[in-house]
Antibody
Framework: EVQLLESGGGLVQPGESLRLSCAAS????????MGWVRQAPGKGLEWVSV???????FYATFVEGRFTISRDNSKSTMYLQINSLRAQDTAVYYC????????????????WGQGTLVTVSS | DDQLTQSPSSLSAFVGDRVTITCRAS??????LNWYQQKPGKAPKLLIY???SLHSGVPSRFSGSGSGTEFALTINTLQPEDFATYYC?????????FGQGTRLDIQ
């Protein structure tokens, strides 16, 4: 059974940093691209970032260099480092697994974690 | 970035109805279009991938169609558990993008 367990969220002040973790199990973690999707309170889904099995990374336009995605295949864990946090970063952050189809490497997000809430407030 | 525009943003329907939600892409995305369902307080769930392929375990009353820039999600014979918010997502190119969502309420 695929499981994705996020951790690391909490209440932080503007300008601070935070590292989110996603512990994966139930599949061959090293073989899949993994990503993050966030959802601000009462708002829609917003794609954040993905890291391919090769380690290559991609980010949403709004990231502006403040986020860094990484992975440790030996621990089946993915991370999201968020620096210079802003109130607009307040959201539930979901860890997602990808599954390619066709000739596309990203494909679909077939499994989601339960999410971890990040609240940025003074 | 590829923009996805869903319509309508919200709709009300009765149990037993058939509903269709559309998703329009700003550029050609072939069939790299996925649909998700989200219920309040829960993580989204994959329904349809590659525009028209049903994800494992999803009831057959859900179907998807389209290619290029025009896509649709159809739910036949609405069940009480189908009232939720639906999102389309393009995975043709990064950055990956989502539509703004369609809230489906029971009438």
């Amino acid at each position: 059974e695929v499981q994705l367990l996020e951790s690391g969220g909490g209440l932080v002040q503007p300008g601070e940093s935070l590292r989110l973790s996603c512990a994966a199990s139930g599949f061959s973690f090293r073989d899949y691209a993994m990503g993050w999707v966030r959802q601000a309170p009462g708002k829609g889904l917003e794609w954040v970032s993905v890291i391919r099995d090769s380690g290559r990374t991609f980010y949403a336009t709004f990231v502006e260099g403040r986020f860094t995605i990484s992975r440790d295949n030996s621990k089946s864990t993915m991370y999201l480092q968020i620096n210079s946090l802003r109130a607009q970063d307040t959201a539930v952050y979901y860890c997602v697994k990808t599954a390619p189809y066709g000739t596309g490497w990203y494909g679909k997000n077939d499994f989601w974690g339960q999410g971890t809430l990040v609240t940025v407030s003074s | 970035d590829d923009q996805l525009t869903q319509s309508p943003s919200s709709l009300s329907a009765f149990v037993g109805d058939r509903v269709t939600i559309t998703c329009r892409a700003s550029q050609n995305i072939d069939t790299y279009l996925n649909w998700y369902q989200q219920k309040p307080g829960k993580a989204p769930k994959l329904l349809i991938y590659a525009a028209s392929s049903l994800h494992s375990g999803v009831p057959s009353r859900f179907s998807g169609s389209g290619s290029g820039t025009e896509f649709a999600l159809t739910i036949n014979t609405l069940q009480p558990e189908d009232f939720a918010t639906y999102y389309c997502q393009q995975s043709c190119r990064t950055p990956i993008t989502f539509g703004q969502g369609t809230r489906l309420d029971i009438q």
